[in-house]
């Protein structure tokens, strides 16, 4: 079973920056494609980011392309997501999750999820 903590999350004005940090437990970690996910109040969840295992392919929503970067950290079980350029639109609960069979940015795909870590962006 594979377990993710979030964290990085907070407050910025536009323009501003942030890292998220999911640590992973779990067994079959290097095999998985991770992703990190958002949802705003009202909103459907919606994937931003997702990297292959091993960190050799990307993909991003079009909304983060240029501002957003997955990355993976294998000895540390870690996948980052640096934020720059934050817009108030960027506003939601940040989610990590793991287990998609393929590369996609479709939250059903992916079997297991992290609590969330909130990020609002003011203007």
């Known amino acids: 079973q594979v377990r993710m903590v979030e964290s990085g999350g907070g407050s910025v004005q536009a323009g501003g920056s942030l890292r998220l940090s999911c640590s992973v437990s779990?067994?079959?970690?290097?095999?998985?494609?991770m992703g990190w996910f958002r949802q705003a109040p009202g909103k459907e969840r919606e994937g931003v980011a997702v990297i292959s295992p091993g960190g050799r392919s990307t993909l991003y929503a079009d909304s983060v392309k240029g501002r957003f970067t997955i990355s993976l950290d294998n000895a540390k079980n870690t996948v980052y997501l640096q934020m720059n350029s934050l817009k108030p639109e960027d506003s939601a609960m940040y989610y990590c999750?793991?287990?998609?069979?393929?590369?996609?940015?479709?939250?059903?795909?992916?079997?297991?999820w992290g609590q969330g870590t909130q990020v609002t962006v003011s203007s």
């Open positions: 999750a793991a287990g998609s069979p393929f590369l996609a940015l479709n939250p059903a795909q992916f079997k297991s």
């Open positions: 779990g067994s079959t970690y290097s095999r998985l494609y």
